[in-house]
């Protein structure tokens, strides 16, 4: 059974740091994508960073050179993120899903995994 737990949201002022972490646990794909996603009232769930697994990030242009997405051995996943702004205000979510190789590298599907999520607030 595939479980994804969030935590380390929480409210920081403008200009701050978070780092989120996401316990995933049962792997069910030998190649995979897993990342974070967030969604603000109002508005659509947004890709924000994920990672496959031949360890390779891919962000979304609005977090570039901010947010860091990595994961370690123990299939803990990563996102550090630096120079908040009120606009990164969202619930975030970690998930998981399959990857399949197009050319030279992984691609990711759709996401069939999800954790709760845990809040984020930035303040001005």
């Known amino acids: 059974q595939v479980q994804l737990m969030e935590s380390g949201g929480g409210s920081v002022q403008s200009g701050g740091s978070l780092r989120l972490s996401c316990v995933v646990s049962?792997?069910?794909?030998?190649?995979?994508?897993v990342g974070w996603f967030r969604q603000s009232p109002g508005k659509a769930r947004e890709r924000v960073a994920t990672?496959?697994?031949?360890?390779?990030p891919l962000y979304a242009d609005s977090v570039k050179g901010r947010f860091t997405v990595s994961q370690d051995s123990a299939n803990t996943l990563y996102l550090q993120m630096n120079n908040l702004k009120p606009e990164d205000t969202a619930m975030y979510y970690c998930?998981?899903?399959?990857?399949?190789?197009?050319?030279?590298?992984?691609?990711?599907?759709?996401?069939?995994?999800w954790g709760k999520g845990t809040l984020v607030t930035i303040s001005s």
């Open positions: 049962g792997y069910p794909y030998s190649s995979y994508c």
């Open positions: 998930a998981t899903g399959p990857a399949e190789y197009y050319g030279a590298g992984l691609v990711c599907g759709d996401m069939a995994y």
């Open positions: 990672i496959d697994s031949e360890s390779m």
